[in-house]
């Protein structure tokens, strides 16, 4: 008899997936400054840390809220006893027009289609299991957030059809790779329920443009299905073209009494535009009522902290603070992706052209010995051992052209950016003086660590195979 369920015994976590796996190469040998000069770099970690410090004054000059106190008087007792799963009605006013405000108030928000939940990863699992019964399938782009594969299938028991979008027009998507992955997932018998984006796309850093999001409601109208836009990296836009969020192009398009407006939904986080992943605050925005109704019941699984919702609504409800943070935080954005882009430049590498996000979408399908996804992941454990840098190879995020990575931007200081920079200059520089002459090599490793990036190889090598196969 078995004393475990399918569900704990089973592999379909994703957390084998090569992207989790350079995380714990990381953890074992982290980098510091003082302490392990030599380690490696987190860079595949997509945290916002550019702007702590406007926080953290915010929450100096606001002592009341930060000690759970309103005019001066403890509410703590309040706070602590308050356990309703539909929300602080303050908290969800604050958060609806906060994300009003980040699209430029082109936008408005009904506090009560919004469904608060545990980050964004519990609302993009409470939509599947809204949307999607087990062995439904949902289309998403590719390149797409590998922690999808975890978010959406995992306990849901739905599928990942993926829209493969290429480099020869910027991995846009086009209509006729919709129409191929809908025919993908018939020929599959797959029952499809919905398409789901990124917008700013994660790993991209792009935004999606009126023509695409008119295409996808288009192609939604037309195959009777859903929409799911996760907005999450919404306010990280720092360069045009400017954010067009999928609310918009709905209202300008005069969808409002239609069905396609109740089979649009919009997903969001405080953890990348606001930089609090820790603080597990995610949304769902609908406005199809049984959705809310029963991802509000949901979430009674995943709720929000009544100390943090107290706290974070009187952030977000002082509008000269988040007016200041919003315009700050994107030009902290913009130079330092411009670091990023410079310093691999330099190193002889280029990027995709990019707008949004904490993160670029490098280009090395020069360095690959081969055109294979074998000679990807070989080149990523040499980043990874011997530069000493970890980043995500695109294999990992269902990229179908083997050669590019996820390199993040805003999780570290200048100088460490400024030192990986250097590692991966003088890397390109090693093995290009390597292919002209076999016999020197400046990056050497010792027998130990040979070994280990050998077996590391081929269990990442296996994994991200494995991955691809299952998507023909």
Request: aromatic share 10%; with cysteine.
């Amino acid at each position: 008899m078995k004393l475990l369920s399918e569900k704990a015994t089973c592999n379909s976590h994703g957390q084998d997936s090569s992207y989790f796996l350079g995380w714990q190469e990381y953890e074992k040998n982290p980098y510091d400054e003082v302490h392990n000069p030599k380690g490696i770099i987190q860079m595949g970690l997509a945290e916002n840390q550019l702007s702590f410090d406007l926080l953290e004054s915010w929450l100096a000059q606001n002592p009341d809220a930060a000690g759970f106190k309103r005019n001066g008087e403890s509410i703590f007792r309040e706070l602590a006893l308050f356990q309703d799963y539909h929300g602080l009605p303050a908290f969800k006013n604050a958060m609806t027009k906060f994300m009003s405000e980040i699209r430029g108030n082109k936008v408005s928000f009904d506090s009560n289609k919004l469904v608060l939940t545990a980050g964004a990863t519990s609302a993009n699992e409470t939509l599947m299991f809204c949307l999607a019964d087990q062995g439904d399938a949902f289309l998403l782009p590719t390149p797409y957030y590998p922690g999808f594969d975890r978010d959406l299938k995992w306990r849901t028991g739905a599928e990942i059809v993926p829209i493969q979008c290429t480099s020869s027009n910027g991995f846009r998507i086009t209509e006729s790779a919709l129409e191929e992955a809908y025919l993908e997932a018939k020929r599959r018998n797959l029952r499809v329920k919905g398409v789901l984006v990124t917008n700013p796309s994660n790993p991209l850093g792009t935004t999606l443009s009126r023509n695409e999001l008119e295409l996808l409601l288009t192609f939604i109208d037309a195959k009777g299905i859903h929409l799911i836009s996760d907005e999450i990296y919404s306010g990280t836009v720092f360069n045009s073209p400017s954010f067009v969020s999928v609310m918009e192009v709905l209202s300008e398009k005069n969808y409002m009494k239609t069905e396609v407006w109740e089979r649009v939904h919009i997903v969001y986080s405080l953890s990348k535009d606001l930089g609090l992943p820790g603080f597990r605050v995610g949304a769902i925005y609908s406005n199809d009522e049984m959705v809310v109704s029963a991802a509000t019941k949901m979430s009674s699984f995943g709720l929000v902290s009544s100390q943090t919702q107290y706290l974070l609504s009187a952030m977000l409800s002082d509008k000269k603070f988040t007016k200041k943070y919003i315009s700050e935080n994107q030009k902290r954005l913009k130079k330092r992706h411009a670091m990023l882009v410079r310093g691999l430049q330099n190193a002889g590498i280029n990027c995709l052209e990019s707008n949004a996000g904490l993160f670029c979408w490098v280009d090395m399908r020069h360095l690959l010995s081969s055109n294979t996804f074998e000679a990807e992941i070989d080149l990523w454990k040499k980043i990874v051992y011997d530069v000493g840098l970890n980043i995500s190879p695109g294999s990992s995020c269902h990229c179908n052209e083997p050669g590019w990575f996820r390199a993040c931007f805003a999780n570290m200081s200048e100088d460490t950016l400024n030192l990986a920079m250097r590692r991966m200059k003088a890397f390109v520089e090693s093995t290009a003086i390597s292919t002209n002459n076999p016999t020197h090599q400046t990056y050497q490793q010792s027998n130990t660590t040979s070994s280990k990036k050998k077996s590391f190889s081929k269990w990442v090598f296996r994994l991200s195979f494995n991955d691809r196969q299952r998507e023909r």
